[in-house]
Each structure stands twice: as C-alpha cells, then as structure tokens.
C-alpha cells in the first residue's frame, strides 16, 4: 500500500513549483528529490549543521526541519538561485575571491545565511557576523576565510560597519 | 600566470558556489534502489536469530540480507601496515555470529525509496545474547573470539641505550596522558552507489573517494571479480581527514547488491550512523618515563601506550600505532627511545586514522613532558625546547626510527629559526607581559605553546597522464583523488609554470579508476608532493619536445625559447604552445600530445612548526575561550600560499575540536552516548578565533623535485598540546592538563582537587 500524498505548490527562485508527496516528505528531500535542486545539501538531519538552510519567506530556515508540505503557497530562495546567470552574487564571488571553501559541501548553507543576513535592514559587524553564522558547521576552513568572504561582500554591498570600540 | 607560489582563486569553486556539486547523494540513476543497513543495538553478544519476516513484506522492499547471505565474501583486508597476528580481527561485510559494536552492520534491507528501506529496516529484528563488553584499551585483556585475546598485536621500535640514558639521569620523570575518542566528522557523510553498467559488462560503484584505486582491488578480490571488470568513480567529496574513502562495509554491500540484483543500488548514511559507523580515531593512553640530565635535557624517552582499536581492525591495519611510535620524538634529539604500542580491541566503533593520526596524541604527550620538565625544573617552556631542538646542522638527520614502512629521516629543517621566527612575529615577550598584566588585574588568561614535526608525500610512486590539444588546453590525468583540498587547482598551478600557461587552462582529472590504470589517491598529505613532482615531470618531458618542435618552427635556438602567456618566444617572434603541440602529435600520430610521468621516492619529507594559543579560562563556569591561535609551519615551498594557510585554519579547528569539545562517551554497557551533533560537539565559528598562520618556506625539501612538503595536517598536530599548556598557564599552576579533551566539567574537578 501506497503513502498517501499531498500536492505542494510554491515558488522556488521563482519559479513556480508543483509536487505530490508523502506527508513526511521534509522539505529538503522535495527540493532535492523532486525538484532535481541538489545544491541544498543534508548534513546531520537534525537541525544542527545548517548546510540545509534555505530562505523560505524571507526568513533562514533548516530545510530538514521542516515538511515540504508547510512550504505550502511559499516563497522558497535555494543557492541555485544566488547568481544571476553567469554572474555570481558579490557574496558568492567573495566566497571564491576569499578561499571561503574546501569540499563545498556546506557551503550552500552558509551562503543562504549570510545572503538573508546581509538583506536585513541593520549593518553587519564582527560581532553579528559570529553571531549569525555559529549557527552553521564547517569542518574544512575553520570558519577564518568564511568571515573574511562575508566581510568582503559586506562591505562591498556597503552593509558593513566597524564595531564600536571596547 | 598562476603558476607556483601564487594564491589564485580554485578551479574547483564556480560549481560548488552554484549549487552544482556532485556529491554521492546528488548521483542519481533511473531505476536506482536505496539500502539502509540494520545496525546492532547492541556492543557485544552472540546472534541467536534475525527475523525479517516483517520487513520482507514492507511495501517497496526488493531484498533483505543478513549475514548468512553474504557468508561467503571475505571479511575487509588490510590496505597498508599489515602486521602478523591482525588478520583474524578484520571486519565481515554484515556480521558474521557475533557483534562487537553499537552500529556494526547485520542486516539490510533494499527498497523503491529510501523511506521504505527505512521503514522496513526498523521491523528487522536482531535477538542478540549480550556479553560483557570490554570498554578501555587499559583495562585487562579480554576474548575476542576462541584463542583469541583483545590485544591485537604490539608495535615496538626503538633507538639507543635506553639503559645508560637513565644511569645518567639527574631527573626521571614518570607521567601519564590520554587523548580523547574523536574523529574527522566530514560534513558531507557516506555514500556509495553501486551501478551495473550492462552495456561496458562492468561494475561500477560511484561516491568513491581518497584512495579509488586500492578501493578498486580490494572490493574486486572480495567480489571474485577480475579487477577491469570494476570501476571507481569520484565525484566532488564533501570532506574526507583520513576517515572517507576507505574501505568499509557498505561500500562492498552496494556493490554486492547491484551485482546480484543487476540494479543501481544508493546508500547515503544518516548523521548518526556516521558517527556510530564510519572511522573512529586517537583514544590513547600513554605511560611515559624520561631520563633528563641537569639541564633539562632529555637523555631518553620511554613510551608504553595503548590504542584503543574498537571492534575490529579496519582497512589501517597498524598504521596509526606506527605513526605514534615513529613519529613521537617529534623535533628533540633525545638520544635512546623505546616504544610499544598495544593495539587493543574494544566494543566501541573500530578505529582508523585521521588528519595527523598519531602525531596529534604523540605530539600532545611529548609536548606536556617538555612542559612537565620546564615546570619542574624551573626553566622557561621555551627554553626547554631550544635545549632539546635538532640542531640545523645535524640535518638531514636520520631518526633511527621508520614509519610507515619508510626510514624517518628528516630532510630539511631549521627547528631553532622557526621558532625564533614566530616569537618574533607574535612578539612573545610583549605577549606575555601583556597576559601577565591581564591575569593580575584578575583574570585567568594564558599561553601556550608546542612544536610538531609531521610527515608528508608518501611514496612510493604517483604517475600522470599530460596531454596538450591543439587549442592549448592542458590536461591532466591522475591517479590522486580530492576531498576538498584544491588538488585541481595545485595540479594546474605545477603544469602552468613549467608550460608557462594560465593555471585555468588546464584540466585535473582525478579519482577515475578508467582514466589511469593505478593510482594512490589523497592521503597522508602526499598529492602535492607526490602528484605534484609527477606532474612537473611530465610537463617538462614534453617542454623539452615542444622547445624543440618551437625551435624548428622559429628558426630560432632552442635554449632561447620562452614559455608565456601559452606561447613559445624566441624574441618577437612567436608560435602558441598548441600549435607546437599539435605539430608534435602530428609527429606521433596522435590526437594529443601526451606525456607520462612517474614519481617515485621511498622516503617522506617532514614539514614542521609551532603552534600558540592563547586561552581564557571562566572564573566561575570553566568555560575556556580561545582568543588567538597561531600556526607557525614550513612547508618547504607553498605552491598555493592561500590554499596552505586554508589548510591550517581548517587543522587549527579541528584541533581546538578535539582539544575543548569532541569526545565520544560511552555508557560502561557500551552504549554511545555522542550519537548527534548535539551530544558530539564540533566547534562553531563562536569557539574558533580567526587563526594566524605563518607559513615559512625555509627548509624547501631536497627529495623532490619542487621541494615542496605537504601541507595538510600541520594545522592540527599540536593543537592538543599547546591548548592544554595554554589552559595551565592560565590557571598558573594549579592543574595539571594530562588528558583531551578539557572540558569545562574536567578542569572544575582538577581545580577543586
């Protein structure tokens, strides 16, 4: 006997997007297996290494902890949709510039944190920069060149701003 | 253009950045069935039955397994340091009667999807009697199996009058350390796909990584099937440190199961099985004694320690016991040596290597006995060090020692000037008086500092296909393989400076058992070295031809002709590097014009250096907080200085990983407790400061050809040694830092005792 299942629609980059699936489906494994959108990488599945997270109306979330079928009506941003055609983001070109990333296998989690971090209205410092982006897993770049690329793009983008003196 | 010695941006990057990797979970073929193995809940006892019934009538499910139905394939042999007496402690594919380990393999189930093999895995049920299991390598001998004790073999090597060493002592120092169970933890876990390609009569299985080639033979010779009749594929590798890539069960079991069922056959591990299935590392315990004259020097050292080996002996056979054993001199003269190293069987998750394996525990027990010795003898913790250093004209020095099967011989080092170096750079003296400052004004802050010496580029051979097409492009074929460390790029920085080409017109192929017929993969930090050297050779065989080729074309003198820009110069006159190699092929017959080169050595080259930390300790929580890290270390010669310093950053955190936070704990019936990454603590970017790396260039290596040494695992080695100095210069004396990790919870009981 088959699993039932539930047809989701939502947006993903902008596109619109329509699949079938089984209640328990997370939506990392939609996105993954139905949408053929493998950059969103599975990491622990349990919401601790955050090389799942995505940007699901406007807000960073833990694609393994949450069901396809909550991204119901959703706007869903992957990092299939950081570049604009051949040209990478500056935060992605910064990744590149600063070595940012070895095996790259949590690098798409990390680019979508910082993507929704640097879109927020408030400026960017060292203290939230660490703040902000503890909350993902990196074993290969001991996180020294991930901040000197967001500090780049931050800057670049003009969001960044030098802490206050202690 | 991007040649040697510049930090240009990867060639591997664009697609990663894009969310275009390749990684095994990303490898899909039609048709393709999803296993999920049935672990035992158990850490020790005997199979009585496995019902499956159950699970057999799960929808979606294709087959069930148990032990019986893979009886016949042998258990996982050894890839290197096979010692007599290991054999009959190797791994079966899915157990074999007896389980030795929560988390060993003993059943599987194939299906549609994988939620149904994981539905269905769920209804297998293992009825296990339980043992006693045996939970430290300390602890008195137990059976293994019948005639069989837990000690699996003894590795000893030693140099000098150990004897005469302790007459002579004016001081003899007796101390023990222990280094905490963690391992390399990639965040991309396992994954394998076994496919049967019907149309080439040949099995392939894909998700292949660190060492494809060896893989290749090894799962042939399980499978009885003739080696050209398997092939490996390496897609992108999200992390390996030594853990990825060797042979494990389920590698064999994919590939079994896609032979049988004629169908593609994909197993992506889960995060707690990663942690419950996939290598292990460190858990040592030593007991050390030194024999150290007046002035602090030490005439002899003497080490009895105990590997904690796990269930079974895996693919590594000795290896981390002998790198222990022949690396733990470390940069000291130390005239007499002894060690034996126990390698012990426990019921824990089976042991292997990872990034620095057995110079991280060595190097934090030698480096805490030249504190022990400072402390004790009044002398300052460097000083102690400049007592004890090589001096650089004894180099190249020969150890008396061999490791991995190759004579340790240092190469080129200058220990004294490095550290000089770096105290220089941090201004040590400043440092500490600042800190001194600090810590009077009421804080617990400290330093610390410890030296290593790692080994890199083991031989004994690697070989490269070079080949130039018309349009100039390079490309590049090897048999080394990449878990995220850049290879692609450093490949094509070696051929861009001797082709006098840009870097990003070449093409690294890499980890394709069908491209090239052996290879040695990424290991041991020996592809720079290793490949590198083969790469520049074959690149200069064929400069040779395409400046004679050039030369004729020019009507110009051979030895004038300049490689640049992707053309040959005599002067103002020109002709582009394909065109040349296009002229040469044509000579040959051939598309391409090709080249094959093959570097072999029979000894390692020894990088070293110093780490430094400086270390806050919380008055109330003993919480400790690392503000600067710094990683002095030579690499002979940076191909890519920033890919090097990546490398350290990455070594660096995994240190304070393991020095701080990673510990697998285990209940006393064996059950683990470190199954998650909320229970197995991986630093985040809160408890890893940015960290320094002075990269030195001051002992170029004179056994190959681009005297380089790998850079890999330099950033981890002392790690251990330097934290645990660091927490002790904060605390001033008043504990005793002899076992990682330190946690908060361990250091507040050694500071109320």
Known sequence: ?166 | MGGIGRSVTRLEDPPLLRGQGRFAADIRFPGELHMRVVRSPIAHGRIEQIDIADALDCPGVVAVWTGADVAEIPPIDFRQMRIPGLGDYRQPILAQGMVRYVGEPVALVIAETPYQAEDAAELVFADIEELEPVMTAVQPLGEFAPGLTTEAGVVRKSYGDLAAAFEAAAHVFELEFAIGRHTGVPMETRGAIGFWNAEQERLEMHGASKVPHANRLAIAKMLDLPPEQLHLFEGHVGGGFGIRGEVYPEDVLVCLAALRLRRPVKWIEDRKEHLLAANHSRDQHHRIRAAVDAQGVVLGLEDEFFVDQGGYVRTHASTVTDLTAGMLPGPYHIPAFAAAGHIRLTNKTPAGTYRAPGRYEGTFVRERLMDAIADRLGIDRVEIRRRNLIPAEAIPFKRGLDALGTEVVYDAADFAGLLAKLEASVDLPALRESLAARRAAGEQVGLGLAYFVEKSGLGPFDDVILSIAATGRVEIVTGAASVGQGVETVMAQVAASVLGVAHTDCTVVHGQTDRIARGMGAFASRVTVMTGAAVSMAAETLKDRLRARAALLLQADATGLVFEGGLIRAGEASVPLGEAAAACAAEDGTPLLTAEASFTTDHMTYPYGVHLAVLRVDAETFGMVVERFVVAFDVGRSVNPMLVEGQIHGGAAQGIGGALFEEFIYSADGQPLSASFADYLLPTLNEVPMVEALVLEDAPSPINPLGVKGAGEGGITAAGAAIAAAVEDALQGRVSITRLPITPGRLRILHLN
């Not at chain 1, 622990?44 to 833990?62: L, Q, Y």
């Not at chain 1, 690098?107 to 203290?127: I, K, R, Y």
Request: glycine share 10%; hydrophobic share 40%; aromatic share 4%.
């Open chain 1, 1 to 166: 006997m088959s699993e039932p299942k539930t047809t989701v629609r939502c947006t993903v980059n902008g596109q619109a997007v329509q699949a079938d699936v089984v209640p328990r489906m997370s939506l990392a494994d939609m996105l993954r297996e139905e949408a053929g959108l493998t950059g969103t990488h599975l990491g622990c599945e349990h919401g601790v290494c955050g090389a799942c997270t995505i940007i699901v109306n406007g807000a960073p979330v833990r694609s393994c902890l949450m069901f396809a079928v909550q991204a119901e009506g959703a706007e869903v941003r992957t990092v299939e949709g950081l570049a604009d055609g051949e040209t990478l983001s500056p935060l992605q070109r910064a990744f590149w510039e600063k070595h940012g990333l070895q095996c790259g296998f949590c690098t798409p989690g990390f680019l979508m944190l910082a993507t929704w971090m640097l879109e927020q209205p408030e400026p960017v410092t060292e203290e939230r920069l660490r703040h902000v982006l503890s909350s993902n897993l990196c074993r290969c770049t001991g996180y020294t060149n991930i901040v000197r690329a967001v500090t780049a793009a931050a800057k670049e983008m003009g969001k960044w701003a030098e802490s206050a003196a202690a």
